[in-house]
């Protein structure tokens, strides 16, 4: 009889320290869900677009980085008629200017070897040359120059599709 009633007061003591008391668990507390309505989400952008402008751009891409260039950096040609962007040669691997500025309805000609640096339209993004054609500077492979006319106002960027990577990329802001 003595066992029985130590088996009986040991589970006893057993449900206690088990935690066999519920009342003595504090009791979890929901954390409230967001309100949907009070998330601000983003606000999509509606930037105007050109004809002649390359649609990854369509943004005012002046005031970013664009290979390089900033409307700010950017060398003014727009007292310079038709101005010519040199490469290859004595240039070495880069475009001179790299960074222009011009007119609307003004031209810009290409002067360089573009069998040894091949003219693209787009932009370099980590070191790898994006194409983006549709702009007024087309692809050239061959010749010594090549003259572009700008129609309409824009953010017309441009590398060597074998150089650009390296850093042979440029852009011509129209305004």
Do not use: W
């Not at 060398?75 to 001179?96: I, K, Q």
């Not at 120059?145 to 852009?171: D, I, K």
């Amino acid at each position: 009889m003595r066992s029985l009633a130590c088996l009986a007061l040991s589970s006893v003591f057993a449900l206690v320290a088990c935690g066999g008391d519920d009342e003595r668990i504090p009791p979890v507390i929901d954390a409230p869900l967001p309100d949907a309505a009070v998330i601000d989400a983003p606000t999509p952008i509606d930037a105007p677009t050109t004809d002649a402008a390359i649609d990854a751009l369509a943004i005012d891409a002046s005031a970013f980085d664009v290979n390089g260039c900033t409307l700010a950096t950017a060398t003014d040609l727009t007292a310079a008629g038709t101005p010519t962007v040199t490469f290859g040669g004595a240039a070495g691997f880069v475009y001179a200017p790299k960074c222009a500025r011009i007119s609307v309805g003004q031209a810009v000609t290409f002067s360089g070897a573009f069998a040894s640096h091949p003219l693209r339209a787009g932009v370099v993004v980590g070191g790898v040359p994006q194409p983006q054609p549709g702009g007024p500077i087309v692809s050239t492979d061959t010749g010594a120059t090549a003259t572009f006319t700008f129609p309409a106002a824009g953010v017309f960027p441009y590398y060597c599709n074998l150089h650009g990577g390296g850093g042979m990329n440029g852009v011509v802001y129209v305004q």
